[in-house]
């Protein structure tokens, strides 16, 4: 049974940065792609950010968010520079049962975490 936890949310000001975390147990860490995805209000979940046998990034948070792991750790972050308020949301992190799988789709993973909420006030 994989289980996840991210980390690190809160409410922050317009154009400040967070670092979430998730650490992961239950899988080989290495060897799984691993995602970040957000959810805002009345929204559909959508896809932010992947790495495992490649790294891909929302056209929304490229040059401001920084996906990185820790395989030792086995811990996923996500490095968010320059908040917006468009980017208050909740985000989940995600493991997949593959390495080379592009990430950018939900129905590529298996395992979610319970999310943590992000909140940047304008």
């Known amino acids: 049974q994989v289980q996840l936890r991210e980390s690190g949310g809160g409410l922050v000001q317009t154009g400040s940065s967070l670092r979430l975390s998730c650490s992961s147990s239950?899988?080989?860490?290495?060897?799984?792609?691993m995602g970040w995805f957000r959810q805002a209000p009345g929204m559909e979940r959508e896809f932010v950010a992947s790495?495992?046998?490649?790294?891909d990034y929302a056209d929304s948070v490229k040059g401001r968010f920084t996906i990185s792991r820790d395989n030792a750790k086995e811990t996923l972050y996500l490095q968010m520079n320059n908040l917006q308020p468009e980017d208050t949301a909740v985000y989940y992190c995600?493991?997949?049962?593959?390495?080379?799988?592009?990430?950018?789709?939900?129905?590529?993973?298996?395992?979610w975490g319970p999310g943590t909420q992000v909140t940047v006030a304008s």
């Open positions: 995600a493991s997949s049962p593959y390495f080379y799988v592009n990430g950018i789709v939900a129905a590529e993973y298996d395992y």
């Open positions: 790495t495992g046998g490649f790294t």
């Open positions: 239950g899988r080989t860490f290495s060897g799984s792609t």
